[in-house]
């Protein structure tokens, strides 16, 4: 079945960029949402439609895409950012939906 | 505002089957465009889409799952179900559900993203 690639972890200082991306082969053809998961919490919706963002959502927070490439960028990371963070899309049909492995985001 | 929430059984032994019910409030599964999915995740593991209904009783299984799943709605009671038959320690996560919002900017009305979730329930496979 169809998979999202993530990398595993993502390290920033406050106040840098953190980039976290995204691979899959129907993501030209179907939308990328990202979430933002805190321990013990359920996830939170940041990012939908590749690149809108939900009300209460922070500006920092934006997404992009490029061909079979999604990536959420936060600018200016805050300690608070710390998290993990999955992406989520659809295959080729949009029959099914499908999750990212999941990216650890650690600032330093 | 919309909120939902899971209940069901926080032990099941294997080859049982789980009955999970989302029951949720702040919206309605007749309004056109709207769904509930449930989602998973073992402990210490990444989230896994299960399965989706949309108000129109169009419904989405993984692939993966599809032969053990089942979801239904009750829109009178604001409640989803879903089962799982066969169940396995692996099987053993945090189950969510959530709210699907109607999205019919690109001239369907399907979306296929989560904006508000439960807060999770925690099953455990185990005899």
């Known amino acids: 079945s169809y998979e999202l690639t993530q990398p595993p972890s993502v390290s920033v200082s406050p106040g840098q960029t953190a980039r976290i991306t995204c691979s899959g082969d129907a993501l030209p053809k179907q939308y990328a949402y990202w979430y933002q998961q805190k321990p013990g919490q359920a996830p939170v919706l940041v990012i939908y439609k590749d690149s809108e963002r939900p009300s209460g959502i922070p500006e920092r927070f934006s997404g992009s895409s490029s061909g079979t490439t999604v990536t959420l960028t936060i600018s200016g990371v805050q300690a608070e950012d710390e998290a993990d963070y999955y992406c989520?899309?659809?295959?080729?049909?949009?029959?099914?939906?499908?999750f990212g492995g999941g990216t650890k985001l650690t600032v330093l | 505002q919309i909120t939902l929430k899971e209940s069901g059984p926080t032990l099941v032994k294997p080859t049982q089957t789980l009955t999970l019910t989302c029951t949720f409030s702040g919206f309605s599964l007749s309004t056109s465009g709207v769904g509930v999915g449930w989602i998973r995740q073992p402990p210490g593991k990444a989230l896994e889409w299960l399965a989706l209904i949309y108000w129109d009783d169009d419904k989405r299984y993984s692939p993966s799952l599809k032969s053990r799943l089942t979801i239904t709605k009750d829109t009178s009671k604001n409640q989803v179900v879903l089962t799982m038959t066969n169940m396995d320690p692996v099987d053993t996560a945090t189950y969510y559900c959530a709210h699907t919002p109607s999205d019919c900017s690109g001239g369907s009305c399907y979306s296929d993203y989560f904006d508000y979730w439960g807060q999770g329930t925690l099953v455990t496979v185990s005899s």
């Open positions: 989520q899309s659809a295959d080729s049909s949009g029959t099914y939906g499908v």
